[in-house]
């Protein structure tokens, strides 16, 4: 297969300070300068995002919010710190390997991925089948495929991984549309808790 989905084994390996998300923190804050930190980050990130969704601790899930806040996110800038953990907290991890295609143009739109460590580049057909020119260049930390991911409609380009492995963070486009209503929900709540307060409110007598 091109792609694999990691999800049904959480890794055990052991990371100095991986325990501590104050740890943590710091190492982020380090990995925009020290490439050992970066390498150190991406690692701890992947091993948050091979833990099943199901069972993804707390700790885990703030340690790939507090990396994915760091990253260029196209479509899902926009998210609230609450929805970004909350999608965090079903992002998965995707390994492809070297020249492989992810998807190609055409094909149905179901998700969205963030570059976690690698390159990949965008490709069009171009005068027939098999006939594929390179329209950009993909790399770490750069959000792909959100237009159509996010919103179901068709690949407009393909997606294939360069000379070396790549780790992606994917979000399905169901799991956003689930995850942005149950955001909307909780927000006419908080809506309606306080417009409920401010009319009690009104109506209590007010001292002569």
Not at 8 to 33: C, D, I, Q
Not at 50 to 71: G, I, K, M, N
Not at 110 to 133: F, H, N, R, S, W
Request: hydrophobic share 35%.
């Amino acid at each position: 297969m091109a792609a694999t989905m990691s999800g049904s084994e959480g890794s055990t390996s052991a990371h100095p300070g991986g325990n501590s998300l104050a740890s943590f923190k710091r190492a982020v804050l380090l990995s925009r300068l020290e490439i050992g930190a970066r390498q150190r980050v991406r690692s701890l990130v992947c091993d948050a995002l091979s833990t099943p969704p199901v069972e993804r601790s707390d700790a885990e899930v703030e340690r790939v919010f507090l990396y994915v806040a760091q990253q260029q996110l196209g479509r899902l800038e926009g998210c609230s710190n609450e929805l970004l953990r909350a999608i965090c907290g079903r992002l998965t991890l995707v390994r492809l390997q070297p020249f492989h295609k992810l998807f190609s143009s055409g094909d149905p739109g179901d998700a969205c991925y963030i570059v976690v460590d690698g390159t990949l580049e965008e490709v069009q057909d171009k005068d027939g089948p098999g006939k594929e020119t390179t329209a950009r260049s993909v790399s770490t930390g750069e959000c792909f495929g959100d237009i159509e991911g996010l919103t179901g409609v068709r690949r407009s380009l393909g997606i294939r991984c360069a000379a070396d492995e790549c780790l992606l963070a994917r979000l399905s486009c169901a799991d956003f549309v689930e995850l942005q209503k149950a955001e909307r929900e909780r927000e006419i709540e908080v809506a309606r808790s306080f417009l409920t307060s401010l009319h009690q409110l009104r109506r209590m007598p007010h001292d002569a």
